[in-house]
């Protein structure tokens, strides 16, 4: 029967994985935040909500990347912000694969500016979609392994109990183990 054990370097790899999200998050919604005009901006370049929703979701945006990205760095409702931060780079992915695939050329916004692109500039489409599935990924991690090391969830509980294994119990039978 395989045991429930996680490998010790599992906690220190969702540790840096919520560390890189965190800061991807802080830095996109805060060089969003001060200009919101530019942010409801590059939401509409996508031409995928009505008027009213992208303007909300401009304005909203910045703050939840930031709110999330603080969650993630303080380790607190982790497994939480993990779910919000994958789903918010599921639809980053969908979002930027949709205007590749309808021909808009537009910078996605992900770190301020946005909306169409001046003649002559090329979006980057491709990278931002690697760079966003990358980012999925971590995210899905952060859910699975959540809350890695360093992280209010497991100072106040909150985190999963974990199965803990005696000193030397490296999990597998040793040679010279009867069977």
């Not at 010790?8 to 560390?19: D, E, F, I, Y």
């Not at 930027?96 to 309808?102: C, T």
């Not at 209010?152 to 985190?159: H, I, K, N, T, Y």
């Amino acid at each position: 029967m395989r045991s429930l054990y996680v490998h010790p370097a599992v906690p220190w790899v969702t540790t840096v994985a919520r560390l890189v999200v965190a800061g991807v998050l802080i830095v996109a919604g805060w060089l969003k935040i001060g200009t919101p005009a530019l942010a409801v901006q590059a939401v509409q370049a996508y031409e995928l909500l009505p008027a009213p929703v992208a303007t909300a979701v401009g304005y909203g945006l910045p703050v939840l990347e930031i709110v999330v990205g603080v969650l993630l760095v303080v380790g607190l409702l982790t497994r939480a912000a993990g779910v919000v931060s994958a789903l918010l780079m599921l639809v980053f992915v969908v979002g930027i694969a949709s205007a590749w695939a309808r021909g808009l050329r537009i910078d996605c916004g992900c770190f301020g500016g946005g909306g169409k692109l001046a003649a002559g500039q090329t979006p980057g489409y491709l990278w931002e979609i690697l760079r966003d599935g990358g980012l999925f990924l971590l995210g899905a991690w952060i859910v699975r392994f959540a809350p890695g090391r360093v992280a209010l969830d497991s100072a106040l509980g909150l985190g999963p109990a974990r199965e803990r294994r005696p000193a030397g119990d490296d999990g597998g039978e040793n040679e010279g183990d009867e069977p």
